[in-house]
């Protein structure tokens, strides 16, 4: 399977007008799509779900990377920063995690925006948007700094830190200057907004910003390359989004595989999707939660270590 083979099938489904579902590895080199009246019982998804929280109570035990490994490749990424190849990196680590749950149970419990079982294989449930396309527009809405909502004055904290500023204004403009490849008249319609986000034993502050483009009204016709020319998202790479691709390949210990890829539907005339975090995958039986965070200049490795095993959790 090849990129261009996924523009051509995402196309010929566009052009058609037939609603299906596309799941995009992180890398491209994988994808699975399928008209959702040929989808199969073992793939489920939900788009923009209005899922009420579980009042189930479940714990992970989690087995994180040592923080020592963590700080290796930390620093690597700091030396790079340094050198003026890249603004920012958004580094992620696989962590083995045990639960008396299955992917289907986790996946019928979770309260995410966008939720997705693939077979037995991973289950995803992701607050973060990756494009939605309605009328002729698209919009992303790039996330970018978390925060504990306990944290007293957590919102003035979170928006008044500057690096956290500097991460979300630099994610930004890489997500503008993506939308310019494939739209016009981009407009940053909204500025670091926060939304609220259900992380199990706590609630997190996220912040987002609103990007939008004017598409031509045969957009549908050329999803694919829209989608192609997108990928991989900027807010899970980091800028400029070229170069960093080829430091964390090199950086990441493991493969991200489906994880920090994408998924959506298209239902028609219009297209809604997600960029997948907060994702586990089983490997030989056992489970592994992926997730990660931007790093700039301005980090501290110890508190990026925190957030890496902050965002490990069952939205219950």
């Not at 997705?116 to 996330?143: A, G, R, W």
């Not at 997108?230 to 595989?257: C, D, F, M, Q, W």
């Not at 790093?295 to 095993?309: F, G, H, Q, R, V």
Request: hydrophobic fraction near 35%; glycine fraction near 6%.
């Amino acid at each position: 399977m090849n990129i261009e083979n996924l523009k051509e099938k995402l196309n010929h489904y566009g052009s058609l007008k037939e609603p299906f579902l596309f799941i995009i590895s992180y890398d491209l080199s994988n994808f699975y799509i399928k008209p959702l009246k040929e989808l199969p019982p073992q793939i489920e998804f939900e788009i923009d779900s209005q899922t009420t929280k579980s009042k189930r109570e479940e714990k992970l035990k989690k087995y994180p990377i040592p923080f020592a490994e963590y700080k290796k490749s930390f620093d690597i990424l700091q030396k790079q920063i340094r050198e003026g190849n890249s603004y920012l990196l958004n580094l992620t680590a696989k962590t083995k995690i045990e639960t008396k749950l299955t992917l289907d149970e986790i996946y019928k419990n979770a309260k995410a925006k966008y939720k997705l079982k693939y077979f037995d294989e991973f289950v995803c449930f992701s607050p973060e948007i990756f494009v939605e396309i309605k009328e002729n527009k698209i919009y992303t809405y790039p996330m970018k700094g978390t925060i504990d909502s306990s944290i007293k004055n957590a919102k003035e904290k979170i928006l008044e830190n500057e690096k956290e500023m500097a991460e979300h204004t630099m994610v930004v403009d890489l997500l503008r200057n993506d939308l310019g490849i494939v739209a016009k008249n981009i407009k940053v319609e909204e500025f670091r907004y926060l939304d609220k986000i259900n992380a199990g034993e706590k609630e997190l502050l996220q912040v987002s910003s609103k990007i939008s483009g004017k598409l031509e009204d045969t957009w549908s016709e050329r999803v694919g390359d829209i989608l192609v020319s997108l990928l991989p998202a900027g807010s899970v790479t980091g800028t400029p989004k070229r170069k960093t691709v080829e430091i964390l390949k090199e950086v990441e210990t493991y493969n991200r595989g489906f994880y920090t890829g994408v998924f959506g539907v298209f239902d028609g005339k219009s297209l809604n999707s997600a960029v997948m975090i907060r994702f586990i995958e089983k490997e030989n039986e056992e489970l592994y939660y992926k997730s990660g965070g931007g790093i700039t200049c301005d980090s501290n490795a110890k508190l990026e270590y925190e957030e890496l095993l902050d965002k490990i959790y069952l939205p219950f």
